[in-house]
């Protein structure tokens, strides 16, 4: 093998380019094989609408961005915000939503206590939030707050919801990424993090 050969599989850019060819396959194979799906002969599709991708969306990285942005930029809300007879909708089976009325360890996260008046307690929320980047109230009733929250990078859309439970003292609160299928526990932070603001307000 020549030097120059050599330079050009060393360079930096060329291993930049291996390393998401690589990277791109092992995310098919990380997807499709808990799934018993092929990861050969089945076409790539986006996950969300079933839809083929053509091969110029197959481009590693690139059409990577620019399929999330577009998706996050399209996304809609969904049609089973808000409290139905006390409880927040479910959490999706994904491992993208962190919820106080979830019945999985994986979804589960424990509600805010309070001991103030429950008006107090929505307004110290909804402080909390507007002083969080990139979140937008929505909802602000006495007894019931939503906001969209959207990630710094993508811009994709998490929704937020906070119901108030006066009987308990307790703040129930679901938060739930529309895209992408894992979070990577961002959802979970936040909420913790609200919580401590929350808790350190007192």
Request: proline share 8%; glycine share 6%; hydrophobic share 40%.
């Amino acid at each position: 093998m020549s030097a120059e050969t050599l330079a050009i599989l060393g360079h930096p850019a060329f291993l930049a380019v291996l390393g998401a060819c690589v990277g791109s396959f092992l995310n098919v194979v990380i997807y499709r094989m808990p799934r018993g799906q092929s990861i050969v002969h089945q076409p790539s599709r986006c996950p969300q609408c079933g839809k083929r991708l053509c091969p110029c969306q197959n481009v590693p990285i690139v059409s990577w961005l620019a399929l999330r942005g577009l998706v996050a930029l399209i996304s809609k809300r969904p049609p089973n915000l808000g409290v139905n007879e006390g409880q927040l909708a479910p959490c999706p089976a994904m491992p993208n939503c962190v919820s106080t009325q979830g019945e999985d360890e994986r979804h589960r996260i424990e509600p805010i206590p309070y001991a103030t008046s429950t008006g107090e307690a929505r307004d110290r929320i909804v402080r909390i939030l507007r002083s969080m980047p990139r979140t937008r109230i929505i909802t602000d009733t006495p007894t019931y707050v939503y906001a969209e929250v959207r990630t710094a990078f993508l811009g994709h859309v998490d929704d937020v919801e906070f119901t108030f439970d006066e009987q308990a003292r307790l703040i129930h609160f679901r938060s739930g990424a529309r895209l992408p299928y894992w979070d990577q526990g961002v959802n979970r932070q936040r909420m913790e993090a609200i919580r401590a603001a929350f808790e350190s307000a007192e």
